[in-house]
T-cell receptor, first 115, second 114 residues
Framework: AQSVAQPEDQVNVAEGNPLTVKCTYS??????LFWYVQYPNRGLQFLLK??????LVKGSYGFEAEFNKSQTSFHLKKPSALVSDSALYFCAVRPGSSNTGKLIFGQGTTLQVKP | NAGVTQTPKFRVLKTGQSMTLLCAQD?????MYWYRQDPGMGLRLIHY???????AKGEVPDGYNVSRLKKQNFLLGLESAAPSQTSVYFCASSYGAFLTDTQYFGPGTRLTVL
């Protein structure tokens, strides 16, 4: 079965420290990977995506993600966390075999950045 | 350019009542989607549409119906609401189904069924 896993329900980081939010996937064909962020009582906002090429993808608000094909992972990273980064983060994948544009979402990871 | 909008933002229903959620997008996107978000389960696809006049079932379609009479609108209907349909509902749209296309989300509708 095709799936996305975010192994941590919550990640706690001190402001100014680097952060990592983990994501692993299991899909057929080449994966197309996405990260979204959801602030309280808001919709999902697109952060970045991996399609092909460089394994390190840069996105909005200073976030980046590293695609690792051998480990089937797409971890979200930021060198220096801000309190305002506190939110719910979703990893999503579109299987390379898809012809409908459907996304498969992970269960989400809450990021808490403390001053 | 409002992007994706959803109406209403909040709603409380009694078991057995019906309602329709409206999603509208002004980006001329072909594809539209309805998801529900439940704690610890991420987003699950209810129904989707690949163009005006077409709809298809997603992962959790039971108890819901949809219509796409106009390209810019995608309606989600609950004919007889049940407490299990208490959730936050998100609409999304994308330009097409190209694998690189990004889905853009609306702000959500919080539905409670008593």
């Amino acid at each position: 079965a095709q799936s996305v896993a975010q192994p941590e329900d919550q990640v706690n980081v001190a402001e100014g420290n680097p952060l990592t939010v983990k994501c692993t996937y299991s899909v057929s064909g080449n994966p197309y990977l996405f990260w979204y962020v959801q602030y309280p009582n808001r919709g999902l906002q697109f952060l970045l995506k991996y399609i092909t090429g460089d394994n390190l993808v840069k996105g909005s608000y200073g976030f980046e993600a590293e695609f690792n094909k051998s480990q089937t992972s797409f971890h979200l990273k930021k060198p220096s966390a801000l309190v305002s980064d506190s939110a719910l983060y979703f990893c999503a994948v579109r299987p390379g075999s898809s012809n409908t544009g459907k996304l498969i979402f992970g269960q989400g990871t809450t990021l808490q950045v403390k001053p | 350019n409002a992007g994706v909008t959803q109406t209403p933002k909040f709603r409380v229903l009694k078991t057995g009542q019906s309602m329709t959620l409206l999603c509208a997008q002004d980006m001329n996107h072909e594809y539209m989607y309805w998801y529900r978000q439940d704690p610890g389960m991420g987003l699950r696809l209810i129904h989707y549409s690949v163009g005006e006049g077409t709809t298809a079932k997603g992962e959790v379609p039971d108890g819901y119906n949809v219509s796409r009479l106009k390209k810019q609108n995608f309606l989600l209907g609950l004919e007889s609401a049940a407490p299990s349909q208490t959730s936050v509902y998100f609409c999304a749209s994308s330009y097409g189904a190209f694998l690189t296309d990004t889905q853009y989300f609306g702000p959500g509708t919080r539905l409670t069924v008593l």
